[in-house]
């Protein structure tokens, strides 16, 4: 059984790992927007796009048995190491091959296919890493594995800013995506005290092969539900239009990794080992939405408050037609909050192909409104978009964890709906703030401290009154109170 306090503790060295990493990660995202044009981000973002759906089949969701199974086995363990690396190879060859088909949709002014070429060496080494990866995930060491991110981030970034300066311009963030992910492969390895033998055995690929297919489906439908509007503003509206919505969205996934995917890389070990009992199942699914909703809700509205101040602020004024976009997406998160551990809590159980029925319908729907979004109202419109289909696909989202988790409605509602009200009012307050600054025709980056003083001032008076044992989980999260 794993305590609320254990859980805690878990997540607090997740957040050490995933902060640590995208402060990093985003302070040279900020410095590449201001050295790069518009269109050379679009470009950089079409391209992660495509290497995010053929990483999936570099990887077949292999390591992901081993978090999940039962006692270790050395054998299992290599086997599927070197059938992942073996078809990370295949993946990189093949995208090296097609980089030239790639490419066409890449603006003219970037060496679309170079880059393609280039950042498909990505592949083989992500895939390498994914075995220790998931045998630190299992045993729960959020430690080891949060110092590996630190350090993949800061070599990764050191990199990238000495190019930059050096004048490389887009080729900045590739070299730190492949220094990045050569140092997180070194790490996790030593981390993990595990390493590569000259062992395989098809017997023992059986079992994680079932496991990998029965949840690629979903993995699959997940990177599609994640890329599809990119996709779809990349070949309707051009690079152009994409580079504004990647600032955006790049803003955006940094308050959803920071805190949500933190308490989310807890969430599946947590949940596996209480698969088998139903009550504390449900108990440990509560505690996560509703630990997280609190922090994820505040800083997705907060975005909703502050979001073309922070673009403007952060990236400069060239950038502002991101600020509309991120104030939409930042909605959309508001909306997603409370459903995030969903897809775990099904995985958790063994119900892929039910996670992977929902996001399909994600995927069948967001192909639907992308597309009707972008050639009627633009880029704006497919942030808006995001947001309707967040709202029409909620109930059916929700309907299925809670049915798994055998969780009533009533109590799942009292989980987060505290919460929401809580960042209401610091996105109001928050508001209020940046506005009453723009009134004295104070700069932008004060009318954000304005805004942004007074949100934190409302969470520190709201929360205690409102949701004094979260304030508790709070403080002892921040290691404050034990």
Same mark, same amino acid.
Request: net charge positive; aromatic share 8%; charged share 10%.
């Given at each position: 059984?794993?305590?609320?306090?254990?859980?805690?503790?878990?997540?607090?060295?997740?957040?050490?790992?995933?902060?640590?990493s995208k402060?990093?990660?985003?302070?040279?995202?900020?410095?590449?927007t201001?050295?790069?044009?518009?269109?050379a981000?679009?470009?950089?973002?079409?391209?992660?796009?495509?290497?995010?759906?053929?990483?999936?089949?570099?990887?077949a969701?292999?390591?992901?048995?081993?978090?999940?199974?039962?006692?270790?086995?050395?054998l299992?363990?290599?086997?599927?190491?070197? =059938?992942? !690396?073996?078809?990370?190879?295949?993946?990189?060859?093949?995208? +090296? $091959? %097609?980089? @030239? #088909? /790639?490419?066409?949709?890449?603006?003219?002014?970037?060496?679309?296919?170079?880059?393609?070429?280039?950042?498909?060496?990505?592949?083989?080494?992500?895939?390498?890493?994914?075995?220790?990866?998931?045998?630190?995930?299992?045993?729960?060491?959020?430690?080891?594995?949060?110092?590996?991110?630190?350090?993949?981030?800061?070599?990764?970034?050191i990199?990238?800013?000495?190019?930059?300066?050096r004048?490389?311009?887009?080729?900045?963030?590739?070299?730190?995506?492949?220094?990045?992910?050569?140092?997180?492969?070194?790490?996790?390895?030593?981390?993990?005290?595990?390493?590569?033998?000259?062992?395989?055995?098809?017997?023992?690929?059986?079992?994680p092969?079932?496991?990998?297919?029965?949840?690629?489906?979903?993995?699959?439908? =997940?990177? !599609?539900?994640?890329?599809?509007?990119?996709?779809?503003?990349? +070949? $309707? %509206?051009? @690079? #152009? /239009?994409?580079?504004?919505?990647?600032?955006?969205?790049?803003?955006?996934?940094?308050?959803?990794?920071?805190?949500?995917?933190?308490?989310?890389?807890?969430?599946?070990?947590?949940l596996?080992?209480?698969?088998?009992?139903?009550?504390?199942?449900?108990?440990?699914?509560?505690?996560l939405?509703?630990?997280?909703?609190?922090?994820?809700?505040?800083?997705?509205a907060?975005?909703?408050?502050?979001?073309?101040?922070?673009?403007q602020?952060?990236?400069?004024?060239?950038?502002?037609?991101?600020?509309?976009i991120?104030?939409?997406?930042?909605?959309?998160?508001?909306?997603?909050?409370?459903?995030?551990?969903?897809?775990?809590?099904?995985?958790a159980?063994?119900?892929?192909f039910?996670?992977?029925?929902?996001?399909?319908?994600?995927c069948?729907?967001g192909?639907?409104?992308?597309?009707?979004?972008?050639?009627?109202?633009?880029?704006?419109?497919?942030?808006?978009?995001?947001?309707?289909?967040g709202?029409?696909?909620?109930?059916?989202?929700?309907g299925?964890?809670?049915?798994?988790?055998?969780?009533?409605?009533?109590?799942?509602?009292?989980?987060?709906?505290?919460?929401?009200?809580?960042a209401?009012?610091?996105?109001?307050?928050?508001?209020?703030?940046?506005?009453?600054?723009?009134?004295?025709?104070?700069?932008?980056?004060?009318?954000?401290?304005?805004?942004?003083?007074?949100?934190?001032?409302?969470?520190?008076?709201?929360?205690?009154?409102?949701?004094n044992?979260?304030?508790t989980?709070?403080?002892?999260?921040?290691?404050?109170?034990?």
């Open positions: 059984m794993i305590t609320a306090s254990a859980i805690i503790k878990h997540v607090r060295w997740a957040a050490v790992g995933t902060w640590g402060v990093v990660a985003l302070g040279i995202f900020v410095l590449l201001r050295l790069l044009p518009v269109e981000i679009g470009a950089i973002a079409l391209i992660a796009a495509y290497l995010a759906m053929l990483q999936l089949f570099g990887e969701g292999l390591a992901d048995y081993l978090v999940q199974s039962g006692e270790r086995d050395p299992h363990e290599q086997t599927v190491f070197w =059938t992942q !690396l073996a078809l990370g190879c295949v993946v990189a060859a093949v995208l +090296w $091959l %097609l980089a @030239p #088909l /790639a490419a066409s949709s890449i603006a003219d002014s970037v060496p679309g296919e170079a880059l393609v070429k280039i950042m498909a060496l990505n592949l083989p080494l992500i895939a390498a890493a994914r075995v220790p990866d998931a045998l630190m995930r299992k045993s729960l060491d959020f430690k080891k594995l949060a110092f590996r991110n630190l350090a993949a981030a800061l070599c990764g970034g990199a990238g800013v000495f190019c930059a300066l004048g490389f311009g887009v080729w900045a963030l590739v070299v730190k995506q492949l220094v990045e992910s050569s140092v997180a492969l070194v790490a996790v390895m030593i981390g993990a005290r595990w390493r590569p033998r000259l062992q395989y055995s098809r017997d023992a690929l059986r079992a092969m079932r496991y990998g297919l029965g949840i690629l489906g979903a993995r699959t439908l =997940t990177v !599609l539900h994640g890329r599809l509007d990119s996709l779809v503003i990349g +070949w $309707l %509206l051009g @690079p #152009l /239009a994409l580079g504004y919505y990647s600032v955006a969205l790049r803003m955006y996934q940094v308050v959803t990794e920071m805190f949500t995917s933190v308490i989310d890389s807890v969430a599946v070990p947590v596996a080992n209480a698969k088998h009992e139903a009550d504390e199942l449900g108990r440990n699914y509560l505690r939405v509703k630990g997280s909703s609190l922090l994820s809700m505040t800083a997705y907060g975005l909703v408050a502050l979001g073309p101040l922070l673009v602020v952060a990236f400069g004024g060239q950038w502002s037609s991101a600020g509309p991120l104030r939409w997406l930042g909605l959309a998160g508001f909306i997603v909050g409370p459903l995030w551990f969903n897809g775990g809590v099904l995985l159980t063994g119900r892929a039910t996670w992977m029925l929902v996001i399909g319908a994600y069948i729907l192909a639907v409104l992308f597309p009707l979004a972008a050639m009627y109202i633009g880029v704006t419109g497919v942030a808006m978009a995001v947001v309707v289909r709202l029409l696909l909620a109930p059916l989202s929700a299925c964890a809670l049915r798994v988790a055998r969780v009533p409605l009533t109590r799942y509602l009292q989980a987060w709906t505290p919460n929401a009200a809580i209401i009012a610091v996105a109001t307050g928050a508001w209020l703030g940046a506005s009453g600054a723009g009134v004295a025709n104070l700069p932008l980056y004060l009318m954000l401290a304005a805004g942004a003083g007074l949100g934190l001032l409302c969470f520190l008076i709201v929360v205690p009154r409102l949701a044992g979260m304030w989980k709070l403080l002892e999260l921040g290691g404050l109170q034990r």
